[in-house]
């Protein structure tokens, strides 16, 4: 459990949490991810989540800003817990991700195409490099898109939701972000090796 969180609750953080902000006395025995769509509802705990098959991926996350990092990620995949909720995966469309919410600002939600997704093993991750996501890395539970800039992975899961409808989301609303979110080719900062490289193609960056 990460350090700043005593007894199942978290303390008071300055870290960038859900893109906007931490939770306040967020309850980690307590919390679900709660999953919906036509099968119906289902409420899985952090400890449900980890009796799934483990994953490992050593992967490189991508965001926006420009800068990328290769660490080892940690979790479920997305297809499994669909699958166990009921879902056929031929029939989803879109995934609407919804965070905890916080008093002050509310709650994070963005939207992405699944099919894609899942072909992609998109993640829900738990632990990077061995330990538990820190809160300024989405504690308790992130989804990992490889294939997507990071502020179409939100932090903080509260809830999935499988949809007809491809919503924007807060960043595409408030600075004009694609809606896809495919990381793109273009030059970025590659925090593992410490300098700048070009990504020659979109989606995953796989090259180095």
């Not at 980890?50 to 080892?72: E, H």
């Not at 166990?84 to 995966?89: I, N």
């Not at 093993?121 to 890395?137: D, F, G, S």
Request: glycine content about 8%; proline content about 6%.
């Amino acid at each position: 459990m990460p350090s700043d969180v005593v007894n199942g609750i978290s303390k008071p953080s300055s870290s960038i949490y859900y893109q906007e902000g931490p939770p306040e006395n967020f309850d980690v025995l307590g919390w679900r991810l709660e999953v919906v769509g036509s099968f119906g509802t289902r409420a899985y705990s952090l400890a449900d989540l980890k009796a799934f098959p483990r994953k490992d991926f050593d992967r490189r996350s991508v965001c926006v800003c420009n800068w990328t990092i290769r660490q080892l990620y940690t979790g479920l995949l997305l297809k499994d817990l669909l699958l166990d909720a009921g879902l056929p995966p031929a029939h989803a469309k879109y995934l609407k991700q919804t965070s905890i919410g916080t008093a002050a600002k509310g709650k994070y939600e963005c939207t992405i195409e699944l099919g894609p997704a899942l072909e992609r093993a998109a993640l829900l991750c738990y632990e990077i490099e061995h330990e538990a996501l820190p809160l300024m890395r989405g504690f308790p539970l992130r989804l990992i898109d490889f294939g997507l800039y990071n502020y179409k992975c939100v932090k903080g899961l509260a809830r999935l939701e499988v949809t007809p409808e491809n919503e924007l989301g807060e960043w595409e609303r408030r600075a004009g972000y694609p809606l896809d979110g495919t990381v793109r080719p273009k030059k970025y900062w590659v925090c593992d090796l410490k300098k700048s490289m070009y990504v020659s193609s979109e989606g995953e960056v796989t090259e180095f």
